[in-house]
């Protein structure tokens, strides 16, 4: 029987650290919460530092390989780990100071169909070098139980859209573009398409630049509407949700080539706002409020164009109070408390899981067994 001290435990706040290394590959970001996995009762400190470009080309040499150097995970590992220590430093804080860790790492292969997803970090250093508890391979039995493995934020946007009319749509974009949808309980989530990662390996072989600031360039360009139109037959497109992508996973080398630097610039932006069009029609309802967040909210020519297609005035998260740019290290530090009090990670309706699904590894502070190298 639960006695009343364990019931007051459970529901009281823990002070979590997530840490996010999305598939932009541009860096990491740490946000502190209090949360008991249900509601969050204060947003804390939040830091964010890109990768240095040869770190950024280690990552990228192993995207799509399943397994990565242990020199890289390692390295990966204590870059993220003193991170999180110069972020408390930085804040007057120590480690006894955060209950927990949550640690998403890199996701490098996703093939959630052969039930494999990889994100490399090494949750048993993490926990050492910190000294904090942390949890990590959050989307590992999601996938092992035959989920997508991913959108795994949807559970967090709509913990914060509890106080928010629906239907409302989160629309994330990142590397990858993914949606949730909330009315009320209800929620629906999955991967779109494409959003940035793209037009930024384009920006990136084509200025070496990292990304189209302000989406100057493609906003500069014509569409090239054959081109479109072939990267739009895709049949992902039709494919009924929960669904979730790859970085990579569309073919657009050979589409682009011969193309112009603005006019694959603004062919891939519309690619992204396109493949928004042919989300809307696996919705439950038709959104009253469109909520974005990810890096792309910060490029108007993309906003414009999404605009354009949903047909409804769209917003930054930050018109309710969320941080768009943290959202995602958020959810992992929320993802981490639900985590060890033994809550649903993942739904049926946010990555087909068969039922409602905990998971993600504890890794106690005290274990002194690195495991460099093991992902
Ligand atoms: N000022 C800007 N103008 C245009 N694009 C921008 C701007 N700032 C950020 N971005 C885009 O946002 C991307 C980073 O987005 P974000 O940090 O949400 O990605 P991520 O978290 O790595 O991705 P994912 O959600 O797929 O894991 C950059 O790579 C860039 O393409
Ligand atoms: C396998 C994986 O890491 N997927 C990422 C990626 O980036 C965006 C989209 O594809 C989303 O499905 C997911 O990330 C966010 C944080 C999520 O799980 O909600």
């Known amino acids: 029987m639960t006695s009343i001290k364990q019931k007051q435990d459970q529901i009281k706040p823990l002070r979590a650290l997530g840490l996010m290394s999305g598939t932009s590959l541009d860096g990491v970001d740490a946000a502190i919460i209090e949360t008991d996995g249900e509601t969050v009762s204060s947003h804390g400190p939040v830091h964010s530092v890109p ?15 399943r397994g990565a150097p242990g020199t890289l995970i390692a390295d990966f590992t204590r870059l993220q780990a003193d991170f999180v220590l110069a972020l ?6 120590t480690p006894p100071d955060i209950d927990l860790v949550g640690f998403h790492g890199q996701t490098i292969f996703h093939d959630p169909k052969n039930r494999v997803t990889v994100q490399i970090g090494d949750g048993a250093m993490m926990a050492e070098l910190t000294g904090i508890d942390t949890v990590a391979e959050f989307r590992h039995d999601d996938v092992a139980a035959g989920g997508e493995g991913a959108p795994f934020a949807p559970l967090y946007h709509r ?8 239907p409302l749509a989160v629309l994330n974009l990142g590397g990858v573009g993914n949606v949730t949808y909330i009315n009320g309980d209800e929620v629906l989530a999955f991967d779109t398409g494409p959003a940035n990662a793209l037009m930024d390996d384009w920006i990136l072989t084509h200025t070496g630049q990292p990304f189209d600031d302000g989406g100057r360039i493609a906003a500069s360009g014509q569409v090239n509407e054959p081109v479109l139109a072939r990267l ?6 039709d494919l009924k949700p929960p669904k979730s992508l790859d970085r990579d996973e569309f073919p657009v080398a050979e589409l682009l080539s011969g193309l112009g630097l603005e006019e694959g610039a603004a062919t891939l932006l519309h690619f992204t706002s396109e493949s928004i069009r042919r989300a809307l029609r696996h ?29 409804v005035p769209v917003e930054p998260v930050e018109a309710v109070g969320w941080r768009g740019d ?3 290290a ?7 408390v639900r985590s060890v009090r033994g809550l649903p990670l993942s739904l049926p309706t946010t990555t087909g899981v068969p039922t409602p699904m905990s998971g993600g590894r504890f890794y106690p502070a005290q274990s002194k067994k690195a495991r460099i190298g093991v992902s």
């Open 159 to 166: 913990a914060l859209a509890r106080d928010l009319d629906g």
């Open 88 to 93: 408390l430093k930085a804040n007057n804080m």
């Open 283 to 311: 919705l439950p309802g038709k959104p009253n409020r469109w909520l974005l967040t990810g890096g792309g909210r910060k490029n108007p020519a993309l906003v414009l164009a999404i605009e354009t297609v949903v047909g």
């Open 51 to 65: 990768y240095e470009p040869e770190f950024r080309a280690r990552l990228r040499d192993v995207l799509g390989k």
């Open 326 to 328: 943290d959202l995602e």
């Open 232 to 237: 739009l037959d895709n049949p992902y497109f």
């Open 330 to 336: 958020e959810a992992f530090a929320f993802l981490a």
